[in-house]
């Protein structure tokens, strides 16, 4: 028992976890044929009920998972998975179907007609029901995470916003709260709004298929998946009091605080490279890091345009491809920073405090 915790509170180190997320996703797409096959999806179902099973069986973890905060968060994570399959399943029967010049499944579910009464109206009364009486017992035996009224002076550790805001929240760990607060959030409501016009293949439209939008479906699943539900899941199980992380198996020290040398690039260009103290003229001192984000931001959409982008920016224009660039970029901008902070304690590219600019 001792080994298995300690196995899991390794992969719960913010490197691991991050890149492992990374690397499960991508494998589940690629291999998406043999994992979304019933008998496989079952298989990793019945792990994961032995793992929530054998982990319950902790008295830390057990406290967590069980905390009425979390349980509905457990539940949601559930759905995500069961859904994420069920879309991906379907993809794969459809372009197989398509590929034999067959109806999908869509087409042909179109065909069967039923009636309102009393096949709709009779499936909505049960799922009324059904849900009526999961909501009951659960108000009786999980009792509501009401807390006493706010006290200035006395604040809970960890103070944790609600679980559909913490994923602003670890952002904030990572970027100023102009970023992480409002730049950020504007510009996935704006990327959102933008992807009718960005991306206009009528592929796909109605039916459930990936070989007919690969790229579309992969980038939905990474911002969804992982820059999303799993900094979910980061906020809400693993960061503990002091924002410090914690494994699932760990007990939540109050009184442990992960040391950070806080740096930002301009220390290591002129200090750590250099062997010089920082310039005083913010311009200077904070070239290499413009220097850097222009190359990002202004550079790289150039060789994206002529290598890998190529056949895409052929197809949708300078301009379309400049904005979906942008967007892109934007969003890989965050697992960047991440994966930067966790490894070389990296708190800004360009520090600004003249203009109070950070990024």
């Given at each position: 028992?001792e080994?298995?915790?300690?196995f899991?509170?390794?992969l719960?180190d913010?490197r691991?976890?991050?890149l492992?997320?990374?690397?499960?996703?991508?494998?589940?797409?690629?291999?998406?044929?043999?994992l979304?096959?019933?008998?496989?999806a079952?298989a990793?179902?019945?792990?994961a009920?032995?793992?929530?099973?054998?982990g319950?069986?902790?008295h830390n973890?057990r406290l967590?998972?069980?905390?009425?905060d979390n349980v509905?968060?457990?539940?949601?994570?559930?759905l995500v998975?069961?859904f994420t399959?069920?879309?991906?399943r379907?993809a794969?029967?459809n372009?197989?179907?398509r590929?034999r010049?067959?109806?999908n499944?869509?087409?042909?579910?179109?065909?069967q007609?039923?009636?309102?009464?009393?096949?709709?109206?009779?499936s909505?009364?049960?799922?009324l029901m059904?849900?009526g009486?999961?909501?009951?017992?659960?108000?009786?035996?999980?009792?509501?995470?009401?807390?006493?009224p706010a006290?200035?002076?006395?604040?809970?550790?960890?103070?944790k916003?609600p679980w559909?805001?913490?994923g602003?929240?670890?952002?904030?760990v990572?970027?100023?709260?102009w970023?992480?607060?409002?730049?950020?959030?504007s510009?996935?409501?704006?990327?959102l709004?933008?992807i009718?016009?960005?991306d206009r293949?009528p592929k796909?439209?109605?039916y459930?298929?990936?070989k007919?939008?690969?790229f579309?479906?992969?980038?939905?699943?990474?911002?969804f998946?992982?820059?999303?539900?799993?900094?979910?899941?980061?906020?809400?199980?693993?960061?503990?009091?002091?924002w410090a992380?914690?494994?699932?198996?760990?007990?939540?020290?109050s009184?442990?605080?992960?040391p950070?040398?806080?740096?930002?690039?301009?220390?290591?260009f002129?200090?750590?490279?250099?062997?010089?103290?920082?310039p005083?003229?913010?311009?200077i001192?904070?070239?290499p890091?413009?220097l850097?984000?222009?190359?990002y931001?202004?550079?790289l959409?150039?060789?994206?345009?002529?290598?890998?982008?190529?056949k895409?920016?052929?197809e949708?224009?300078?301009a379309?491809?400049?904005?979906?660039s942008?967007?892109?970029?934007?969003m890989?901008l965050?697992?960047?920073?991440?994966?930067?902070?966790?490894?070389f304690n990296?708190k800004y590219l360009?520090?600004?405090?003249?203009f109070n600019f950070?990024?």
């Amino acid at each position: 028992m001792e080994l298995f915790k300690d196995f899991f509170n390794v992969l719960a180190d913010p490197r691991i976890y991050f890149l492992l997320s990374v690397v499960l996703l991508f494998g589940y797409i690629k291999w998406r044929r043999v994992l979304t096959k019933p008998g496989v999806a079952i298989a990793m179902l019945v792990g994961a009920i032995a793992f929530a099973v054998v982990g319950l069986q902790d008295h830390n973890f057990r406290l967590i998972a069980l905390k009425a905060d979390n349980v509905p968060i457990s539940f949601m994570l559930l759905l995500v998975g069961f859904f994420t399959w069920l879309a991906l399943r379907r993809a794969v029967i459809n372009d197989d179907l398509r590929e034999r010049g067959e109806p999908n499944l869509e087409e042909r579910a179109a065909r069967q007609k039923v009636f309102t009464w009393p096949d709709l109206v009779y499936s909505e009364l049960l799922a009324l029901m059904v849900t009526g009486a999961v909501l009951i017992v659960w108000s009786i035996y999980l009792k509501a995470p009401l807390e006493e009224p706010a006290e200035p002076s006395l604040s809970p550790n960890p103070a944790k916003a609600p679980w559909y805001f913490l994923g602003l929240q670890e952002m904030l760990v990572y970027f100023d709260p102009w970023l992480a607060g409002v730049a950020f959030p504007s510009l996935i409501v704006v990327g959102l709004q933008a992807i009718p016009y960005l991306d206009r293949n009528p592929k796909g439209n109605g039916y459930y298929t990936f070989k007919e939008r690969p790229f579309a479906i992969t980038t939905f699943l990474f911002g969804f998946l992982i820059l999303w539900v799993s900094l979910v899941i980061l906020g809400t199980f693993l960061r503990g009091p002091n924002w410090a992380f914690f494994g699932p198996f760990e007990f939540w020290n109050s009184t442990k605080l992960e040391p950070l040398i806080n740096v930002d690039l301009a220390d290591i260009f002129w200090v750590y490279w250099l062997g010089k103290p920082l310039p005083e003229f913010w311009l200077i001192r904070e070239a290499p890091g413009i220097l850097l984000m222009a190359g990002y931001l202004g550079v790289l959409p150039i060789l994206l345009a002529k290598t890998v982008f190529r056949k895409v920016f052929l197809e949708i224009g300078f301009a379309r491809y400049q904005v979906m660039s942008q967007l892109l970029l934007f969003m890989a901008l965050l697992p960047a920073k991440m994966l930067l902070r966790w490894a070389f304690n990296l708190k800004y590219l360009v520090h600004i405090n003249e203009f109070n600019f950070n990024v």
